[in-house]
């Protein structure tokens, strides 16, 4: 099967978008030309989506043209702010967004297409009675290049069906397996510096792309705590409102929504809060289930909401007086990334991660 150039403007990362570019002998300096301002335009808003929204987004009725090659640009764009936080941020959401579009996809072949072309993956479509239960069967090998950096216990290859050295894969499995290949692909093109002089349209871009990550960044390490619960690391608004849920002291609506997206944030799944919640007298499971996976960005618009600032806390009353580390920080979850460094178990905890 050959992709078409829509497939290859949704998948940028693969071997036929990089032919594609690499024949149009595009050079940087040939982007000071006025005709290139669009592809400049949407390169800029594929880092700022990056950044904002931690995913980069798709456009169903996009200028093909626009799309691919804006794509080697935003790279440039990237490695020329020369900061390490945005090359990891940016690989990610270009991955994301392969991950959302890979596992929708209408043709198993063209996933089979990507992973064998630009991955050269030993991969097929399930047949027979495995094709009642499983869409894709991929080499072990394959399977374990990638696979283990996974934490959930469902990719340990002991849990996975096997047979004649092929794992069996679902569809969203193994959207997420090549989500994963491409942003190591992505990665590997994030190394270095750019050498060549920027055109004055490039120059701008980058200043402002520089500008939003200052901006941006608290917010940012926010939403990026590593994924451990320690409760020595908790913040003392935190740590009230826990335990004033815990001893059936009433807590606001605001209070409630700070200690779910706080606990959602620092690794708790859906199911482990909502439990958390069932020893509340006004406990209702389906009402509080929706709720919790509306904070989890599992329903609604899709974004995962993050605990208000330290000054909206006092605004509300929930700040019960500050200690040493509440003075260096501005938001809860920045406490508790600062706070979890300073403990063993956090150490430890983010080494694993």
């Known amino acids: 099967m050959v992709l078409s150039k829509a497939d290859i403007a949704k998948y940028p990362f693969t071997v036929e978008a990089a032919r594609y570019v690499k024949d149009l002998d595009l050079r940087i300096e040939d982007l000071a030309n006025q005709d290139y301002n669009e ?38 764009m990237v490695l020329s702010t020369e900061s390490s936080f945005l090359r990891k941020r940016y690989a990610l959401a270009e991955a994301k ?3 959302n579009l890979l596992r929708v996809e209408k043709e198993d072949e063209k996933l089979v297409e ?27 090998i394959n399977y374990l290049e990638n696979a283990p950096s996974f934490h959930d216990y469902k990719w340990k ?75 020595e690391a908790y913040p003392p608004c935190i740590r009230a409102l826990n335990e004033s849920f815990h001893s ?28 958390l919640f069932t020893s509340a007298t006004d406990f209702d499971k389906n009402l509080t289930k929706y709720q919790v996976e509306h904070i989890a960005g599992k329903r609604g618009s899709g974004t995962k909401y993050t605990p208000p600032k330290c000054e909206t806390l006092k605004t509300h009353g929930l700040c019960p007086g500050v200690d040493d580390v509440c003075k260096m920080v501005k938001h809860p979850l920045a406490y508790y990334r600062r706070k979890l460094r300073q403990t063993k178990a956090g150490r430890v905890a983010v080494e694993i991660e």
Do not use: C
């Not at 335009?41 to 799309?67: C, H, M, Q, S, T």
């Not at 064998?116 to 069967?137: E, L, M, P």
């Open 114 to 140: 990507i992973a064998s072309s630009s991955f050269n993956w030993n991969i097929k479509t399930a047949v027979g009675a495995t094709r009642q239960t499983y869409d894709f069967a991929l080499s072990f």
């Open 39 to 76: 592809i400049i335009k949407r390169a800029r808003e594929r880092v700022e989506e990056a950044i904002l929204y931690g995913v980069v987004g798709w456009n169903e009725a996009p200028n093909y043209d626009v799309e691919i090659i804006s794509f080697p640009i935003s790279i440039v």
């Open 97 to 99: 967004k392969a991950y």
């Open 248 to 275: 059936n002291r009433s807590i606001s609506h605001i209070g409630r929504f700070t200690l779910t997206s706080f606990l959602l944030n620092i690794g708790l799944s859906v199911e482990d809060v909502v439990k």
């Open 157 to 231: 290859l002991v849990n996975r069906f096997m047979a004649d050295g092929y794992v069996f894969l679902m569809k969203d499995e193994l959207a997420r397996l090549i989500a994963e290949e491409a942003m190591k692909h992505i990665q590997k093109r994030l190394v270095g510096k750019i050498r060549a002089e920027l055109p004055p349209t490039l120059i701008q871009a980058v200043g402002s792309i520089t500008q939003l990550i200052v901006a941006q960044q608290e917010t940012i390490q926010a939403e990026e705590t590593p994924q451990v619960m320690v409760e």
